[in-house]
């Protein structure tokens, strides 16, 4: 199975200010097709999980373009350009690209200071 | 636009049964990927179950194998999961996820599972 590894797991930050939140996968996540099936999700308190991202750096509809997603293989990063009230919550990275199983990061709390 | 709604949860001593339903509406079930995904109390998310398009492939995290059973009814747009054998570490809200072509498109509300004497 595809172990995902995400960094940190807590990540206070002040409002207005830059976030960053990286995952590596135990193995490539580029598919033979080409693409890399690499996702981001974020789940606010009391609320089911919502992806952000999808293969990567595509953005799903309605998502703000604060929100960008890289990397490439074996690394991967989720930037919050500014971060507001709203993005508080658990951000999970997920790979879809070695499957089964579908496998998640372990999460990564993101609080205001 | 593309709802779907989990039915079903509730508590049930170890080594009894529960279904799962998963209503879906604007959309048709049955020509998409769905998926079962579970977040025990507290925890992060967990791949359960999937079903492919053709309803003949379907795919299960090893710890689940031989007790449950992903299905559905495609008359009533309808998805299950049948959860035989359970026990305390199925405790979880269960999630219903549609793949649009990649995971995760759309997810319910989920339904809570708690198992417990």
């Known amino acids: 199975d595809v172990v995902m590894t995400q960094s940190p797991l807590s990540l206070p930050v002040t409002l207005g200010q830059p976030a960053s939140i990286s995952c590596r996968s135990s193995?490539?996540?580029?598919?033979?097709?080409?693409?890399?099936?690499l996702s981001w999700f974020q789940q606010r308190p009391g609320q089911s999980p919502r992806r952000l991202i999808y293969?990567?750096?595509n953005r799903d509809s309605g998502v703000p373009d604060r929100f960008s997603g890289s990397g490439s293989g074996t690394d991967f990063t989720l930037k919050i350009s500014r971060v507001e009230a709203e993005d508080v919550g658990v951000y999970y990275c997920?790979?879809?690209?070695?499957?089964?199983?579908?496998?998640f990061g372990q999460g990564t709390k993101v609080e205001i200071k | 636009q593309v709802q779907l709604v989990e039915s079903g949860g509730g508590v049930v001593q170890p080594g009894r049964s529960l279904r799962l339903s998963c209503t879906a509406s604007g959309f048709t079930s049955s020509s998409s990927v769905m998926h079962w995904v579970r977040q025990a109390p507290g925890k992060g998310l967990e791949w359960v179950a999937c079903m492919w398009s053709d309803g003949r492939n379907t795919y299960y995290t090893d710890s689940v194998k031989g007790r449950f059973t992903i299905s559905r009814d495609s008359s009533k747009n309808t998805l299950y999961l049948q959860m035989n054998s359970l026990r305390p570490e199925d405790t979880a809200v269960y999630y219903c996820?549609?793949?649009?072509?990649?995971?995760?498109?759309?997810w319910g509300r989920g339904t809570l599972v708690t198992v417990s004497s």
């Open positions: 997920m790979q879809g690209t070695q499957w089964p199983p579908w496998t």
């Open positions: 293969k990567v750096s």
């Open positions: 193995q490539s996540l580029v598919h033979s097709n080409g693409n890399t099936y």
């Open positions: 996820v549609k793949d649009d072509g990649t995971f995760g498109g759309s």
